[in-house]
């Protein structure tokens, strides 16, 4: 390990805090974001905790800026140890309501997004034995209501990590999928949805997550150090998955009532 690590997403909220959390260890981050002056800042504060690095605009919707980012690091850094799929967007919206549009905006970015970032960062990984971390979320193992294009994207990267932990293993490439709960961050900037006020109803939900998104990163830091594969890092999201793994039917009856409450929020 030589102790470098690239973040999509990394201008602004988890993103900035998993780069700031392997700085204190005095890692290089290549840092790319679509949010030039969020990379910037980043940087700086990375510099600060005790790391370097580079900082490069690319949107993960562009397989070609992805490879561009891989020949960079290859150039600047020599290589990457670890690569974050981090990069993601909000949306909302009750099926009968989201356009196929919103469908195609969001699983371009959160599921296809996490997708190129592993093909085009693999020889790197491959030559350097190192580790994919992909950021999904609990929507990927619960399936909240008034989400579904969001669910099936997060859903999607745990499926595409489970696919690779296993294809990658005898290479010796590690692979972690994180599922967080909501936390606060700019995440609702680059909410999408048919529905206004659903907006201003996961926006609360965001603020009030009892931890916030450096505890999430270090939380990462310290899974990822012990080889845990999923990481779910709320304690009410590792209570749910356990009881929907035993008893999926209590789960869906209580979305099923969340979802009837949503609808009826969402008309007020
Ligand atoms: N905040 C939450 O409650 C929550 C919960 C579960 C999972 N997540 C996931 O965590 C990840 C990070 O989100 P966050 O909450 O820190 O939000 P954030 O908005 O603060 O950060 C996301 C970053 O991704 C960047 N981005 C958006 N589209 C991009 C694109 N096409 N190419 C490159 N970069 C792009 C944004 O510019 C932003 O800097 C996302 O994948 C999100 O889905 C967040």
């Not at 504060?45 to 561009?68: H, I, K, N, P």
């Not at 680059?190 to 926006?203: D, E, F, L, V, W």
């Not at 869906?252 to 949503?262: G, P, Q, R």
Request: aromatic residues 6%.
């Amino acid at each position: 390990m030589q102790n470098r690590m690239m973040v999509t997403g990394a201008g602004s909220g988890l993103g900035r805090e998993i780069a700031l959390r392997w700085a204190r260890e005095g890692w290089q981050l290549a840092l790319s974001d679509v949010n030039e002056a969020g990379l910037a800042e980043t940087l700086k504060m990375v510099r600060e905790a005790g790391g370097d690095g580079f900082t490069q605009r690319c949107d993960v919707r562009d397989y070609s800026q992805l490879t561009g980012l891989a020949q960079a690091c290859e150039a600047k850094l020599g290589g990457i140890d670890v690569v974050v799929n981090n990069a993601g967007v909000a949306s909302g919206g009750f099926f009968d309501e989201l356009s196929l549009e919103d469908w195609d905006w969001q699983i371009a970015i959160n599921l296809m997004g996490v997708v190129k970032g592993c093909k085009a960062f693999l020889p790197l990984v491959q030559a350097s034995h190192g580790k994919i971390i992909n950021i999904a979320s609990m929507a990927a193992l619960m399936q909240a209501p008034g989400m579904s294009n969001y669910n099936v994207a997060k859903a999607g990267v745990v499926a595409l990590s489970e696919s690779l932990l296993v294809e990658l293993k005898q290479q010796n490439v590690g692979v972690h999928v994180v599922c967080p709960s909501f936390f606060q961050t700019n995440l609702m900037d680059s909410y999408r949805g048919p529905t206004p006020n659903m907006k201003a109803q996961i926006s609360k939900l965001l603020e009030a997550s009892p931890i916030t998104a450096a505890d999430i990163a270090d939380y990462i830091y310290g899974q990822v150090a012990e080889g845990v594969f999923m990481i779910l890092p709320h304690e009410e999201g590792r209570m749910a998955w356990k009881i929907k793994q035993q008893n999926p039917q209590a789960i869906y009856d209580e979305m099923a009532v969340l979802a009837e409450k949503k609808r009826k929020k969402s008309k007020t």
